[in-house]
């Protein structure tokens, strides 16, 4: 079994994260996109529970099992690979609206272990934008980055915040820091595949 370095880039909302990923994604880099959107999407399409404004719970259950998921799927590659947010980041989501958090996500958050640096993306009021999907006002995009940071900070993770910069400078910033204990040692070298590039050959 291959041992892939799994990268996370976390954060609050509006904050880059998601345009960085497909900057990553375009450089060869093998990728995994954000639960929370997609599950969104999915339980529209079918007026399912797993909502954020219908069933939180359901919500939170449902991004833990893909984020789970999308780690796992990661034993495929041989390199390095970057997660729009990872198995910790439900545990922050259910701190942030006050809900409980069951002893099975916390047993996932330890069990399920990324690579460091984890990378934060810091709230910037300069990009930040509301959409369909992103409702938040700027103050709980800002609660939601503390949230998820306290989180990775409490599992012991080292933390390195993205820079307040364009994309382009942002992907270089992740793929030339150090991994792990090892300073001399850089996120890269670049994967060859993306995720759905490794799905079609299989298909």
Known sequence: MSNPRRFVITGGPGAGKSTLIAALAARGQATFPEAGRAILRLSDAIGGPAHAARNPRD??????????RSWA???????????????????????????????????????????????????????????????????????????????????????????????????????TRPAGNDRRTACLPPARRTISGLRRREA
């Open 73 to 175: 799927e990661a034993d495929r590659l041989d390199g390095p690979a970057f997660f729009d947010r990872g198995v910790p980041d439900a545990i922050g989501y259910l701190r942030l609206i006050g809900r409980p958090v069951p002893a099975h996500m916390e047993r996932a958050a330890r069990a399920f272990r990324y690579a460091e640096p984890v990378f934060v993306a810091p709230p910037w009021r300069d990009i930040y934008a509301t959409d369909g999907e992103r409702r938040q006002d700027w103050d709980v995009a800002v609660a939601t980055h503390d949230s998820v940071r306290a989180v990775y900070e409490e599992l012991g993770y080292r933390l390195l915040d993205l820079p307040l910069a364009g994309v382009e400078a942002r992907a270089a910033f992740v793929l």
């Open 59 to 68: 919500y939170a259950e449902a991004m833990l099992l893909w984020d789970m």
